[in-house]
């Protein structure tokens, strides 16, 4: 109780920075935490009634709680509130992960359900969803329900954004060239145009 099932989740806070470095930097997501997030979403529900059974008889009584006259109940309900408030941080930042390497993989042109890459998209033939999201025998246990749905849905919104934009490869890569002389291919004659050096 008080949070402690929230250290189980693979997070960078406290003692799992390590564990949560570790997970972001291999090449797969790791299997979703079903068990622990239902374990600790009771945990948040079982401190949320602590603190109504504690406060209950203040306003049964129809008085205000004053913490200055009952300072045990103040630190307990203090307490309580802050586990709560950790156990839900924890689950965001879990969450929060799992989305952003979910956005990457569709960025880069993983296909998670058909087994391999888009056609046509930057990592064609060269690996698999099933190996970006768990073990060759599939991904099924990697994603929950919600995540596949989302890894859907943002497919689609991606889908529909770069639709706009067929000209443009908007999967290229962000970085600046380096070199000093840079080949520039024109997609449309613009005729002639000038410079801010020439």
Known sequence: MHGDLAYKLPLPVYNQVQHAKRT???THLPPYQTEIIRAI????????????SLLAPFE??????????????ACNVLVNHLCM??????????????????EGLVWSGDDVFGGGSEPGGPNDGERGGATAL?????NQHSLSPEEEEYFRRYGDMLAAYKGQWTDIDLTGSLEPPRDLFVDVRVLKDAGEIQTEYG
Request: hydrophobic content about 30%; glycine content about 6%; some cysteine.
């Open 24 to 26: 972001q930097s291999l």
């Open 41 to 52: 979403v009771r945990e948040v529900r079982d401190l949320d009634k602590d603190v109504s």
């Open 60 to 73: 049964a009584s129809g008085s205000s709680f004053n913490p200055t006259a009952e300072p045990a109940t």
């Open 85 to 102: 408030r950790r156990n839900k941080r924890c689950l965001l930042a879990y969450h929060r992960v799992r989305a952003e390497r979910l």
């Open 134 to 138: 768990g073990s060759e025998s599939g």
